[in-house]
Nanobody, 125 residues
Framework: QLRLADSGGGSVETGGDLLLSCTVS???????????FTWNRQAPDKGREGREL??????????RYLDSVKGRFTISQDTSRHTFYLQMNGLRPNDTATYYC?????????????WGQGTQVTVSS
């Protein structure tokens, strides 16, 4: 019942910055406060099973990051929980991937696993 739309990808040089956004559309009966929201990426040579979690905000508000992006990437969310972001600074060529936002809940009326369509990030050396 959720729909996620991610955007903001592009092509930058090493050291560049990008801001990814994910807009969450949900019926009123979906309680977004019980969802975990994450950004995940799939490198060009990886299949869907190779997607890795880059950053996430848990339902309790705590955040977590892939070790290789700590200190460079920041995940944030607006108070309504209808939009969340990934600020990416100091981009490197190995950050090149398709980035997907994801919302997951184990309970509530809208429990499930929802993905955005993906946005491409390309970092050139």
């Amino acid at each position: 019942q959720l729909r996620l739309a991610d955007s903001g990808g592009g092509s930058v040089e090493t050291g560049g910055d990008l801001l990814l956004s994910c807009t969450v559309s949900a019926p009123r009966y979906c309680d977004l406060t019980i969802f975990d929201f994450t950004w995940n990426r799939q490198a060009p040579d990886k299949g869907r099973e190779g997607r890795e979690l880059v950053a996430g905000i848990r339902a309790d508000g705590s955040s977590r990051y892939l070790d290789s992006v700590k200190g460079r990437f920041t995940i944030s969310q607006d108070t309504s929980r209808h939009t969340f972001y990934l600020q990416m600074n100091g981009l490197r060529p190995n950050d090149t991937a398709t980035y997907y936002c994801r919302a997951t809940s184990q309970g509530g009326h809208c429990f499930g696993n929802y993905w955005g369509q993906g946005t491409q990030v390309t970092v050139s050396s």
